[in-house]
């Protein structure tokens, strides 16, 4: 696998990231512009300078790559995780709401 390297950034390809998230490709896009997946860059210092980190969640699935300058992709990990996305956020708090209304 290999990230993408250009003007726009780093892009990691609905092929390669959907399954990962246990998706289907077809659906990471829309996913992405919906904010149900969500994603995070960083870059290394010291030591690290030459890698980046690429962080996505999507539920509580968390995937993280980690990748040399050129984009090659060195690890790769999927993890449960706490923390929740945007659109699931605004839906327990919704929900909340709702509960705290007695409209059920």
Do not use: Y
């Amino acid at each position: 696998m290999k990230v993408d390297i250009g003007p726009e950034g780093h892009i990691v390809t609905a092929e390669d990231l959907g399954p990962l998230l246990r998706l289907d490709p077809a659906l990471v896009q829309s996913l992405m512009k919906s904010g149900a997946i969500t994603s995070q860059f960083e870059k290394g210092a010291d030591a690290d300078e030459s890698l980046v980190r690429m962080t996505f969640w999507h539920g509580q699935v968390r995937v993280r790559l980690t990748c040399a300058e050129n984009g090659t992709v060195l690890s790769h990990s999927r993890n449960k995780s706490s923390k929740l996305t945007l659109a699931a956020a605004v839906c327990r708090d919704a929900a909340a709401r709702l509960m705290r209304t007695g409209l059920s």
